[in-house]
């Protein structure tokens, strides 16, 4: 079965301090993945995607995710976070049927000032 | 500005009333979709369609109906409107080649309140 798996519901940092969310996924195929925020009220925003070139992936406002095959897992990262961050994330794949997006349940996270 | 509009913004509907969600791209898109954004549960799949006159259920397609007629709409109806379909819908589109290249473009919503 094909899945995306976010490991936290809920993450908490100090503003300054790294961001890391997790996101895990379970493929038979090689994967097509994506992160999403979303800010409250607002839609989906494209943060960055994996599409099979490089693994290390640098999107929009300093986040960064490693595409690691031997570990399924697709972590999202940001090396000091910005009270602008505070926001939900969602980590996304199309995991065999382009047609079907995979959405894990979202992480929201909280940046303390 | 190009995109994916979705109207209304917001509605509040009584129990068995039914009602379409519009969703519109000006991008000349072929894949469209509908999600429902519930808390804890992510995003659920509730219709998709990959060009004019074709749709097809996603995981959660029971009390909704959809219908392609034109590339750039894919309207949503809610047939008997119960207080399980309270949530926020979105609209999303891609290129069908090349999805996995580019991924969703989100519309910014509809908050559906049954009571």
């Known amino acids: 079965a094909q899945s995306v798996t976010q490991l936290d519901s809920h993450v908490s940092v100090s503003e300054g301090t790294p961001v890391l969310l997790r996101c895990n996924y379970s493929?038979?195929?090689?994967?097509?993945l994506f992160w999403y925020v979303q800010h409250p009220n607002k839609g989906l925003q494209l943060l960055l995607k994996y599409t099979s070139a490089a693994t290390l992936v640098k999107g929009i406002n300093g986040f960064e995710a490693e595409f690691k095959k031997s570990e399924t897992s697709f972590h999202l990262t940001k090396p000091s976070a910005h009270m602008s961050d505070a926001a939900e994330y969602f980590c996304a794949g199309g995991l065999y049927n382009f047609n079907k997006f995979y959405f894990g349940s979202g992480t929201k996270l909280n940046v303390k000032p | 500005n190009a995109g994916v509009t979705q109207t209304p913004k917001f509605q509040v509907l009584k129990t068995g009333q039914s009602m379409t969600l519009q969703c519109a791209q000006d991008?000349?898109?072929?894949?469209m979709s509908w999600y429902r954004q519930d808390p804890g549960m992510g995003l659920r799949l509730i219709h998709y369609?990959?060009?004019?006159?074709?749709?097809d259920q996603g995981e959660v397609p029971n009390g909704y109906n959809v219908s392609r007629s034109t590339t750039e709409d894919f309207p949503l109806r809610l047939l008997s409107a119960a207080p399980s379909q309270t949530s926020v819908y979105f609209c999303?589109?891609?290129?069908?080649?090349?999805?996995?290249?580019?991924?969703?473009?989100f519309g910014s919503g509809t908050r559906l309140t049954v009571v």
């Open positions: 991008m000349n898109h072929e894949y």
């Open positions: 999303a589109s891609s290129p069908l080649r090349g999805t996995e290249a580019y991924g969703y473009t």
């Open positions: 493929s038979s195929y090689s994967p097509s």
């Open positions: 369609s990959v060009g004019a006159g074709i749709t």
